[in-house]
């Protein structure tokens, strides 16, 4: 039965022809000479015993042959297409790409990845670290975990967690001789992070002081608080990332004065994704580990405007 069917090559320029009703096109479509497609035509004619194109003036058509060959072609085509499209996306389909931010993930979602694979090891994580938001439309993204207002347009979101901030410090910045009230603060070295700033965290504790514009600035929120750890300064953290640090002792908590954020975290997925049950039990997954409580009585945002 092999032996008959013509080359592959030889059916895609047909149908470009046919299609452009012009070798020259078709060629231009192809990345091949006009030559080699006049002789792809001449080869399935010879092979199929009969003419697929007649010239009327100077115009190029299809005979009846050509008519029909054409629109089996396009179908088996398509049906091939449709094949390795299917094959790919279920070789694909136990692969999540996660996009998130660099911080987030170094300093919650990797330390307990670990807990994922044990319950999922049918599941590959492909994590992309990005301040970028991640098209997840034409990115290859499947899921992206959003720091920010909500609320984007034509995707599925969900929200993880509000967040507060307040300050922290190593135990032994300036030899442990840490701030013991909010006003010392004026004398203390503030680390800076453009996306954080003071200003909120000073109406707070009633303190009358301008932003700090002096000083080390870390534009990534997990550097920052290496940075203070290190002993550097005294930095505004978030309380999901330093989390970890205070309960390990790098890093203290100084006062007992906290202010919510303006932006929260966010799980977000394409509601036309093919890997919505993958989706789901990563979901599922990220909440468990949050402690939010039953996951059915969650509410889940859809924008599709």
């Known amino acids: ?107 919650w979602l990797i330390p307990r990845l670990t807990f994922f694979q044990e319950q999922h090891p049918e599941i590959e994580l492909n994590l992309r670290t990005t301040r970028e938001l991640a098209n997840l439309e034409h990115d290859g993204v499947d899921v992206a975990i959003r720091y920010g207002p909500g609320g984007w347009p034509g995707l599925q979101q969900e929200k993880l967690m509000d967040e507060v901030v307040f300050p922290v410090c190593s135990p032994t910045y300036r030899g442990g001789r840490i701030p013991k009230s909010p006003s010392e603060l004026s004398r203390a070295d503030l680390l800076r992070n453009p996306w954080q700033p003071w200003g909120p965290w000073f109406n707070a504790a009633g303190l009358d002081l301008v932003e700090p514009r002096r000083g080390a600035s870390y534009s990534d929120a997990a550097l920052l608080l290496e940075a203070a750890a290190e002993g550097l300064g005294i930095a505004l953290a978030r309380s999901t990332l330093v989390a970890d640090d205070l309960q390990a002792g790098r890093l203290v908590r100084l006062f007992n004065i906290s202010v919510p954020d303006a932006y929260a975290y966010y799980f977000v997925w394409s509601w036309n994704s093919r890997k919505q049950s993958v989706i789901s039990q990563f979901r599922d997954w990220i909440f468990e580990q949050l402690t939010l409580g039953d996951p059915k009585k969650r509410k889940v945002v859809s924008k599709r405007d």
Do not use: C
Request: proline share 2%.
């Open 1 to 107: 039965m092999g032996s008959h069917l013509p080359a592959l090559q030889l059916l895609r320029g047909f149908e470009a022809a046919a299609r452009h009703l012009s070798f020259t096109r078709a060629a231009d479509e192809l990345h091949i000479t006009h030559g080699a497609i006049s002789h792809q035509i001449k080869a399935l004619e010879s092979q199929l015993g009969t003419e697929l194109f007649r010239r009327e003036g100077r115009q190029m058509v299809l005979t009846e042959a050509g008519q029909i060959l054409v629109l089996k072609i396009r179908q088996g085509l398509r049906l091939l297409e449709q094949a390795f499209e299917d094959a790919s996306q279920r070789s694909n389909s136990g692969v999540l790409t996660i996009s998130v931010l660099p911080a987030f993930a170094a300093r």
